[in-house]
């Protein structure tokens, strides 16, 4: 009994725990985040994988809000040397902010944070090895203001993702336009 209680209660500490650790913009509605964005800046507990050639090292161009609530979110990926364009569908969960999609295997997206002109993405997957998180930072330009800038400081530092690890898309790495 005592047992059962200890790791009822150690569930739902970790369970609390993970969602502090991913909060989700409060009044979240996916009007807010629809239509184009530029990717900004990119980080993640392990930098392999925004390196060049890395999988998650994309460019994310805009949302696009589905009939059934779910997004449809398109990004360039640079494969081969070249730039191509793909898509991935977000699928709502019961918390608004909060989908999961596949790449790779199941990943989970939050929107941690959507602010003037900005737009803070989690995206985790689980995966034998331990967790990989990768925070986005999107701008309406690529000119993001000094609150987004925080949060996502913030954010990243929270996550545990050292500043070494993240990389800011510089123009020449930026991959907006097929062939380029
Ligand atoms: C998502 O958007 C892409 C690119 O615009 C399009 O080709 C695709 O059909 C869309 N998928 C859905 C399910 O709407």
């Not at 996916?30 to 930098?47: F, I, M």
């Not at 569908?89 to 959507?114: D, S």
């Not at 913030?154 to 097929?178: F, M, W």
Request: aromatic fraction near 10%.
């Amino acid at each position: 009994m005592t047992l059962l209680l200890l790791s009822l209660w150690l569930g739902l500490a970790w369970a609390q725990q993970d969602q502090s650790l991913v909060p989700v913009q409060p009044g979240f509605h996916p009007e807010q985040v629809e239509g184009p964005w530029h990717t900004v800046k990119l980080g993640a507990t392990d930098p392999s994988v925004i390196e060049e050639g890395g999988s998650y090292l994309c460019s994310m161009s805009g949302i696009k809000l589905l009939e059934d609530g779910d997004l449809n979110i398109t990004y360039f990926h640079r494969k081969d040397g070249k730039c191509v364009q793909e898509f991935y569908i977000g699928k709502k969960t019961n918390t608004p902010g909060r989908y999961t999609f596949e790449y790779e295997g199941k990943n989970f997206l939050t929107f941690v944070a959507v602010g003037d002109g900005f737009l803070i993405m989690d995206l985790e997957k689980r995966r034998e090895a331990g967790a990989l998180i990768v925070v986005e930072l999107h701008g309406r330009t690529f000119l993001v203001n000094e609150v987004g800038q925080e949060a996502y400081r913030k954010h990243t530092l929270r996550r545990g993702i050292q500043p070494d690890n993240i990389v800011e898309l510089s123009a020449h790495a930026r991959c907006t336009s097929l062939g380029s």
